[in-house]
């Protein structure tokens, strides 16, 4: 999945959008690869889709809590902290079908 996220900076937010690969999922945050540093917590917007229920996430709010440089990338674990209902539920239906889609294959 591609993850789109702003950093804050002073409550405001740095221009331009940076990409980022989530590289696993969960009720309360993601795991993704970046290819530029980012500090520890950070505070990000983020927008990114969500392929097995059809919706998109937008106007996400969320702190980093780990990074992990790798090479020319980053490893970021990223806490969500604030979300709209709306956001909360679709992220919810995404990682039960993603559960759902994991135990069928064992």
């Known amino acids: 999945l591609a ?3 702003r950093t804050g900076v002073n409550q405001g937010v740095v221009p331009g959008a940076h990409e980022a690969h989530v590289v696993g999922s969960g009720y309360y945050g993601v795991s993704a690869e970046i290819d530029r540093p980012i500090s520890q917590f950070s505070e990000l917007h ?3 889709g969500l392929p097995l229920v059809g919706k998109r996430v937008t106007d996400l709010y969320g702190k980093v809590v780990k ?40």
């Open 46 to 48: 983020l927008s990114f």
């Open 67 to 106: 990074v992990v440089p790798k090479g020319s990338r980053t490893h970021v674990g990223i806490e969500f902290s604030s979300m709209s209902a709306d956001n909360k539920a679709n992220i919810q239906l995404f990682v039960q079908l993603l559960i759902q889609g994991t135990e069928s294959r064992d």
């Open 3 to 5: 993850l789109f996220l």
